[in-house]
């Protein structure tokens, strides 16, 4: 079993679509959590941080649930520029555990 | 206020060969992570470098060593590189491990 688990993709969309990404992960021993995303052939770049209270960004929102080790990332009113793959990352003591990652490709 | 920058981007080797890439972290950031980023697959990772010495390593053969110097610069080698080698090899910047930043990469390949 892989460390973290995603959805499989590619997830195809309509701009203006809300779409959701799930997330599990199998140590309960992580300590943070966190969405990367990830353009084709670039590095990936910090999304944001998931915290158990659930926290936002704009159309982004994260939500954590440690008692089921699982992370979720909700974006509303798609454009078509957050077409990219979402990684789903856990900290276990400055140790990255990526997920696969999810395709999204957002459509006019 | 750079980002962490990585060199060179592009790399082809033939097996047999070793390799060493070079990383300078982000401004105020002291510790270096390295993770290898195979086609289609999450970042693995290598290794981590925090006060010039390595802090935790992943699994991966002894082929892959690293140096992390006073400035908090890093360089990672690989020896005896395999086809299997071939990937893109990321740098991350933190502060003691905590939210990571990448570089670039550089994009190696094996022939």
């Known amino acids: 079993r892989k460390e973290v688990e995603q959805d499989p993709g590619p997830f195809n969309v309509p701009e203006g679509a809300t779409v959701a990404f799930n997330c599990t992960y199998s140590?309960?021993?992580?300590?943070?959590f966190f969405w990367y995303r990830q353009d084709c052939r670039k590095e990936p770049k910090l999304l944001m941080s998931?915290?158990?209270s659930g926290n936002e960004d704009g159309r982004f929102t994260a939500q954590l649930n440690r008692a089921s080790q699982y992370i979720s990332l909700l974006i509303r009113d798609s454009k078509l520029s957050d077409s990219a793959t979402y990684l789903c990352v856990v900290n276990q003591g400055g140790k990255l555990i990526f997920g696969q990652g999810t395709e999204l490709s957002v459509k006019p | 206020d750079a980002g962490v920058t990585q060199s060179p981007t592009h790399l082809i080797k033939t097996r047999g060969q070793q390799v060493t890439l070079r990383c300078s972290p982000k401004?105020?950031?002291?510790?270096v992570s390295w993770y290898q980023q195979a086609l289609g697959q999450g970042p693995q990772f290598i290794f981590q470098y925090y006060e010039e010495e390595e802090r935790q390593r992943g699994n991966f053969p002894d082929r892959f060593s690293g140096h992390q110097f006073p400035n908090y610069s890093s360089e990672l080698n690989v020896n005896a590189l395999l086809l299997g080698d071939s990937a893109l090899y990321l740098c991350?910047?933190?502060?003691?491990?905590?939210?990571?930043?990448f570089g670039p990469g550089t994009r190696l390949t094996v022939t």
């Open positions: 401004s105020g950031h002291d510790t």
């Open positions: 998931v915290y158990s």
């Open positions: 991350a910047s933190s502060l003691l491990g905590n939210e990571q930043y």
């Open positions: 140590n309960s021993a992580s300590q943070s």
